[in-house]
């Protein structure tokens, strides 16, 4: 088998210019490169890590330096990964000042036997596993003019993150299929704009924003954490695909029931079976994304 990278920047809005488009698309595709040459030297958990990696150091996307404020100014950090093997996750949550918290709730998976450590206990993890980064890193001028901007949106009443989720999108993941057959699963966030300081959304819960199992398929979630959360999206479109058989129509029966369930403009998915079949669905505008195998890449906005 060939390995096979699919990859998401979140689903919402994308309401950008065609510079703006153009970063997006070459991201994608440059996170899927750094993905597949992982899985040819390694494994289908070093492709999803690579890759997710990749897109939080890239600060395109809300996750990892290009993550948004929580309403007290600060970042804080989600995410988590699944190695479709062991059937084990390893996540972070409410993690600031750190290089790569893909790479740290990887960190947690081979390292602890817990599934999600949390606030300060996180960041004394990061110390320990050499992960920890200037925090001027996480901030720019742009970013704070835009926190001042909603800041004043919500005082007058006008403002909720929903809005903001449709406009921005959010949330980068990566699943992956390797030589092997092995799946594995990775999510990354800096949550919501205004978020309160504590707030945790799906990425790092297992089965909400992200899940992968041996002789399935592997999943990560992009939108609303809390929808995705209650609908437990990723596990949903297991338990699809398990009854149909069939990557997309699961994923789309996963994307129904949420919208059903919580309204449009809430939810995406990526998705890859055991057979290396990429897919993805989303009730939103659009959703960045993009799947590659060797001597081919797709990205689409």
Do not use: C
Not at 258 to 285: K, S
Request: proline letters at 2%; aromatic letters at 8%; charged letters at 25%.
């Amino acid at each position: 088998m060939r390995p096979v990278v699919v990859v998401h920047g979140g689903a919402g809005q994308w309401r950008v210019d065609e510079r703006r488009r153009q970063e997006v698309k070459k991201t994608l595709a440059d996170a899927i490169s750094e993905g597949l040459l992982a899985a040819e030297r390694g494994s289908a958990l070093d492709a999803v890590v690579a890759a997710v990696e990749h897109m939080e150091r890239s600060g395109v996307f809300n996750a990892g330096y290009g993550s948004v404020y929580a309403i007290d100014g600060r970042v804080y950090l989600d995410a988590g990964v699944m190695d479709g093997r062991t059937k084990r996750a390893g996540a972070v949550a409410a993690v600031e000042d750190v290089k790569s918290a893909v790479r740290l709730a990887r960190y947690v998976l081979e390292n602890t036997d817990h599934v999600i450590i949390s606030g300060e206990g996180a960041k004394l993890l990061a110390a320990k596993a050499g992960l920890l980064d200037s925090a001027h890193r996480f901030y720019t001028e742009e970013k704070n003019q835009r926190f001042q901007e909603l800041l004043q949106e919500a005082m007058q009443g006008r403002w909720h993150y929903k809005k903001v989720v449709r406009l921005f999108g959010d949330t980068v993941g990566a699943v992956a299929v390797d030589r092997d057959g092995n799946l594995a699963a990775a999510t990354s966030t800096g949550g919501v704009w205004l978020k309160w300081p504590g707030r945790i959304g799906d990425s790092p819960i297992p089965g909400a924003g992200f899940w992968a199992e041996n002789g399935v398929a592997a999943f990560s979630a992009t939108g609303i954490g809390e929808v995705i959360i209650m609908s437990m999206l990723s596990l949903r479109a297991r338990d699809e695909f398990l009854k149909t058989g069939e990557i997309t129509k699961a994923l789309g029966n996963a994307v129904a029931y949420a919208t059903e369930a919580y309204g449009p403009d809430t939810v995406g998915i990526i998705g890859v079976d055991h057979r290396g079949n990429p897919a993805y669905a989303y009730n939103t505008a659009a959703m960045a994304r993009g799947w590659g195998k060797q001597g081919e890449i797709y990205v689409d906005l």
